[in-house]
């Protein structure tokens, strides 16, 4: 369930790693703070202004007379900040105004510690004081207070510095995070765009070391598959290159044979042995030194319809406008021209379509032969398999011709499928990355 809500990338977990503790930081510095310092700060400004009141009450006590409560109410405006007045045989209506937050209730708890008298607490009539009237025996005394005495302004200017601090810190980390996401980023590209057969010889390490450690082995990786492609290739184009000499010389004593059988039968093996050593070659050789560039699909894969409609195939084709990919334009229409040529060889009918579904490109051709049971979907990829078992060029050919293409096609970081086709036969599923 939790993974439901983890981010997906390295950069989304990182910064999350980062925000949690500053958020769970924040949230014990605010609690220790609340319970341990603005409570007490409040409750001591409240039990002041309760103080200051109480004892102005046991002054006026003392000296009930109008000029002494002057004088009284005079300290308490020039000491005290407190605007006070006797209203002189009031009563005290009850009832509190205001909110029971926590400078409220602080204040309420004080005067009853320091004054034990009826009172009243008025905090919304007036927006900068608190109005609190005390009863006494012979009036009520009203007190004007300032807010400021009641309330430290210190709570807010430390929460606005811990969630200011906070948030500097986040996105100094959230740049920093990315700078070291950044080379991943590059490495994923090249290691992609090496799979799809493009040039990533700009490609250098950077970023941490373990970075560059990985970044190192990808390029050492890559030397050693280039290398060993281009011995492969080299080895098989050396060896076709020898044997077609013996072949060559082969074919010449064959013309000079009298029985025109034996002949006939000779050519038929020596060309048979002529094909499978182009097939080998261009197993080997794969896409070549081919380099891929913009290409119009939708015109490449017109030509190689309309040559098949000229040999004959009945082929209903239907593509999207000018579809413009990075390709190898040779090896790609060699792999489309053998996938068109299988199905034209075993089926009477063959329908293409070609179009963008999402972000990608994606081929369909089905035909209605005989098709391909579906525990060879994938045998058919191997090299040299061919589902009928003999090697006899006339069934078939030397079991090449499906690993190549799929080669190709996932060299250009595609994928090709087999299924069964809507209309009977075999259907192919090429899906090219735009």
Same mark, same amino acid.
């Given at each position: 369930?939790?993974?439901?809500?983890?981010?997906?990338?390295?950069?989304?977990?990182?910064? =999350?790693?980062?925000?949690?503790?500053?958020?769970?930081?924040?949230?014990?510095?605010?609690? %220790?703070?609340?319970?341990?310092?603005?409570?007490?700060?409040?409750?001591?400004?409240?039990?002041?202004?309760?103080?200051?009141?109480?004892?102005? %009450?046991?002054?006026?006590?003392?000296?009930?007379?109008?000029?002494?409560?002057?004088?009284?109410?005079?300290?308490?405006?020039?000491?005290?900040?407190?605007?006070?007045?006797?209203?002189?045989?009031?009563v005290l209506i009850p009832g509190n105004k205001g909110e029971n937050g926590l400078m409220e209730k602080m204040l309420i708890h004080a005067m009853v510690d320091y004054v034990r008298k009826p009172f009243t607490i008025d905090t919304i009539s007036m927006k900068r004081y608190v109005i609190i009237e005390v009863?006494?025996?012979?009036?009520?005394?009203?007190? %004007?207070?300032?807010?400021?005495?009641?309330?430290?302004?210190?709570?807010?200017?430390?929460?606005?510095?811990?969630?200011?601090?906070?948030? @500097?810190?986040?996105?100094?980390?959230?740049?920093?995070?990315? !700078?070291?996401?950044?080379p991943i980023r590059r490495l994923a590209i090249a290691a992609e765009n090496f799979g799809k057969g493009r040039d990533v010889s700009n490609f250098k390490p950077e970023g941490a070391v373990e970075v560059r450690q990985a970044a190192s082995a990808f390029l050492a990786m890559r030397d050693r598959i280039t290398r060993q492609i281009r011995q492969r290739t080299? =080895?098989?184009?050396?060896?076709?290159?020898?044997?077609?000499?013996?072949?060559?010389? =082969?074919?010449?004593?064959?013309?000079?044979?009298?029985?025109?059988?034996?002949?006939?039968n000779l050519k038929t093996d020596v060309t048979e042995m002529e094909h499978m050593l182009e097939g080998y070659l261009a197993f080997a050789r794969g896409e070549g030194t081919e380099k891929p560039n913009s290409t119009n699909l939708t015109a490449l894969v017109?030509?190689?319809?309309?040559?098949?409609?000229?040999?004959?195939?009945?082929?209903?084709?239907?593509?999207?406008?000018?579809?413009?990919?990075?390709?190898?334009?040779?090896?790609?229409?060699?792999? @489309?021209?053998?996938? @068109?040529? !299988?199905?034209?060889?075993?089926?009477?009918?063959?329908?293409?379509?070609?179009?963008?579904?999402?972000?990608?490109?994606? @081929?369909i051709i089905d035909d209605d032969g005989p098709g391909i049971p579906d525990e060879h979907h994938e045998n058919v990829f191997k090299p040299f398999f061919r589902i009928e078992g003999s090697r006899n060029q006339g069934t078939g050919g030397i079991g090449l011709g499906m690993t190549i293409t799929r080669d190709i096609i996932r060299s250009h970081g595609g994928e090709l499928q087999l299924s069964t086709s809507p209309i009977g036969g075999l259907r192919v599923r090429i899906r090219l990355p735009l």
């Open positions: 369930m939790v993974k439901l809500f983890m981010p997906k990338t390295l950069l989304g977990r990182s910064i =999350m790693i980062l925000v949690i503790p500053l958020v769970l930081l924040q949230l014990v510095s605010g609690i %220790i703070f609340y319970e341990t310092h603005w409570d007490t700060i409040t409750l001591r400004l409240a039990r002041s202004v309760a103080g200051d009141i109480g004892g102005v %009450i046991d002054l006026i006590r003392d000296k009930p007379d109008a000029k002494s409560k002057a004088k009284v109410f005079k300290v308490a405006a020039d000491k005290f900040n407190l605007n006070m007045k006797f209203q002189d045989g009031d009863q006494l025996p012979n009036g009520v005394l009203q007190t %004007i207070a300032p807010k400021k005495r009641l309330f430290s302004s210190t709570a807010i200017v430390f929460v606005l510095w811990m969630v200011l601090t906070s948030l @500097i810190l986040f996105v100094i980390a959230m740049i920093f995070m990315r !700078n070291q996401v950044r080299d =080895m098989l184009a050396g060896v076709s290159h020898d044997l077609r000499t013996p072949l060559t010389r =082969m074919r010449l004593e064959i013309e000079m044979l009298s029985d025109a059988t034996a002949a006939e017109d030509g190689v319809v309309a040559q098949a409609q000229r040999k004959g195939g009945r082929i209903d084709y239907h593509a999207e406008d000018k579809l413009e990919l990075p390709l190898r334009p040779n090896a790609f229409k060699r792999s @489309i021209t053998n996938l @068109i040529d !299988n199905a034209s060889r075993f089926a009477d009918h063959i329908s293409i379509r070609i179009g963008l579904r999402d972000d990608a490109v994606e @081929i």
